[in-house]
Nanobody
């Protein structure tokens, strides 16, 4: 059972930055795909960004609304995933989750096997 723990959320003004972290409990993290999702009440969980380790490099994907503002990265030595969020907007306000799956990045939340508890990001106007 892989355990994921997110941190780094908070309240920030429009245009500000936050860095989310996701610590994984197992070394298998380095051979999986991990992603960040977000959810607001009453809506489905939305894919934000994902990263797959492909041996010597990492492949990444982003939802269009965060391209150029968010950067996903991973530190395999620390079993930790990061999401650097810059130029934040009120519409980025959500509960952010990290998730892990074996195999390549997928954008559907149903494709992921393990989830963290979430960290709240609130962007004030």
């Amino acid at each position: 059972q892989v355990q994921l723990v997110e941190s780094g959320g908070g309240l920030v003004q429009t245009g500000g930055s936050l860095r989310l972290s996701c610590a994984a409990s197992e070394r298998t993290f380095s051979r999986a795909s991990v992603g960040w999702f977000r959810q607001v009440p009453g809506k489905e969980r939305q894919f934000v960004a994902g990263i797959t380790w492909t041996g010597g490099t990492s492949d990444t994907e982003y939802v269009d609304s965060v391209k150029g503002r968010f950067t996903i990265s991973r530190d395999n030595a620390k079993n930790t995933l990061y999401l650097q969020m810059n130029s934040l907007k009120p519409e980025d306000t959500a509960l952010y989750y990290c998730a892990i799956r074996r195999g390549y990045i997928r954008r559907s939340s149903f494709e992921y096997d393990y989830w963290g508890q979430g960290t709240q990001v609130t962007v004030s106007a």
